[in-house]
């Protein structure tokens, strides 16, 4: 198996959340336990420094020495066979710098990428050549919240209850918004470079840098013909990303919307519409990239979400954060799919998707539907689809008596999970759900060309 870049995951400003390297880590263990004993896996994940590199990569080897020489499962897999050291030896993590609030950092990072070697900040493995990549996994961001709002938890926990409250909080504050600077941006004085649009901090941490990242790298994401396996994006999203938490006229989420969830929604809405005839107009540009002419099949957009995990992400204190980890396991207890609680588990849709077989994804219409990290009340992971606010669960109108005809079983099952005022899936709210969509798309080009242009000009 080719590379899977992963994009490091950040938390509350500028803290990381755990959940990158919880994915790290179970591609490993799936990797090794459904690959032929000839594959091997190159993992690149990104951060914002050379020390978080050595840092990330040494936590990923550690776990992968564990992984081998404690897995009962390789063992049955492979018996007599079973080679510790050779198994070690098939899994090369390495690491690039990326800073997705600088758009100068992800030009270099794709050009280190495309055109030059990938290095091991640990200085134990050669440099490499990447012929390709099979999967750029987008999980990093910035959450943007200063607390809670005590009274709204109270009203909500009153009125909807423990698993709905602590699934779909209405109780987050979010911290005031940060503008870009972008004479930083620009790398110093801009005054030949124009004026570029304004980027906000969480705005362009969530969804901007990896839309402009993902853009870079077509060519290595693309493919020549229509035999070879595509190459995917995944995006994690939230599973509280709905209609009401974009606003077009705050797109950025940089004056009075909440900044996570509004990145989300565009997240949803651009992954879910990437390949629907109505959105081409919108989208076209952005997959016509000249340095990848050669290679006519792009990449396909996948969408996942991880749950609700424990993770620094949210800014509490060691005593809000032990009862907070408390509350997501008794809601797991009481029936919730979507508390996976710990990164392992929150994983599991985002690990899946990178690496099932592309028949099993295409067999499943995987591209139109957000996949969400699920958990029963025993914590067995697996991915479930989510229904989002405007597209259902695939895009597709389905009336009470269909969802009961749910083949799912268990947690998996459409209707469990889903949140109190969902209501049924109608065309008016499917046309404006592609919309929508078409309009996220042609206000992203607009903020790529605008921003590829100053920086040419600067460069």
Known sequence: ????????????????????VGIGQRIIDEFLNSRPVSAHLILIPTTR????????????RKHLHQTVHTSKQLEARFGANFDRRTTIARV???????????????RAAANQLIN??????????????????????????????????????????????????????????ALPAVVLDSQKLLGGDNSKSGSPP?????????????????????????????????????WTSSIDAGYEHLDFDD??????????????????LISLTAELPSVQDASASYFASPAAADKPVKPRFYLSHPGIVCTPMFPLNWFLFFWYWVVMHLSRLCGSPWHTVDVSRGACATSWLALADQSTLDAADAQYIKWGSSVTRTGRAAPKKTEVEGWGWEGRFEDAEALKRDVSDGVLHKTVGRKWDAVTLTKVKRAEFEADGSRCWTELERLRVAWEAALDKKA
């Open 251 to 268: 797109f950025q989420a940089s004056r009075y919307m909440a900044p996570y969830e509004s990145s989300k929604r565009i997240t949803d």
């Open 92 to 106: 090369h993590v390495l690491s690039v710098q990326i800073d997705l609030c600088d758009l100068r950092s992800i």
């Open 116 to 173: 030059g070697k990938v290095t091991d900040p640990t200085g134990v493995i050669d440099d490499v050549k990447i012929p390709r990549i099979d999967a750029a996994l987008f999980n990093a961001g910035l959450g943007g919240w200063e607390g809670l709002n005590w009274l709204e938890f109270a009203r909500q926990f009153f009125t909807v209850g423990l698993i709905q409250s602590t699934t779909f909080p209405s109780f987050k504050k």
């Open 49 to 60: 420094s050379k020390t978080k590199s050595r840092d990330t990569v040494l936590s990923l």
């Open 198 to 234: 304004e980027l906000a901090e969480v705005f362009c941490a969530n969804v901007f840098g990896h839309y402009v990242l993902a853009h870079e790298l077509l060519p290595l994401l693309s493919r020549v013909n229509v035999s070879e396996v595509p190459g995917r994006v995944v």
């Open 1 to 20: 198996m080719g590379p899977v870049t992963r994009a490091e995951g950040e938390t509350g400003r500028h803290r990381r959340s755990g959940v990158g």
